[in-house]
């Protein structure tokens, strides 16, 4: 934990807003549902708009699938609900 939270996530060339949402797309991308709903929620802490979180599931859709893109919006759902 300390190394991805400290050394990895702390490392110059990314804010931690842009290492949110290169997580959060890898997890999107990995089919790891579990995990998307944490790092949506620290997405979410961090300031990023829900709308960004939208527009890169479905761009990730494209690469990795719509079925990965189904499950992510269901997280996404369950743990930010629109409105």
């Known amino acids: 934990m300390r190394h991805v939270f400290g050394d990895l996530w702390q490392q110059e060339g990314l804010s931690?807003?842009?290492?949110?949402l290169v997580t959060c797309t890898l997890?999107?991308?990995l089919n790891r549902d579990a995990e998307q709903r944490l790092h949506f929620l620290g997405a979410k802490n961090l300031g990023i708009p829900r709308s960004a979180i939208k527009a890169m599931i479905t761009h990730a859709a494209r690469y990795a699938g719509w079925l990965s893109a189904v499950g992510a919006s269901r997280a996404l759902?369950?743990?930010w609900p629109e409105g």
């Not at 931690?16 to 949110?20: N, R």
């Open 16 to 20: 931690l807003q842009e290492h949110s």
């Open 27 to 29: 997890l999107v991308s």
């Open 77 to 79: 759902a369950e743990v």
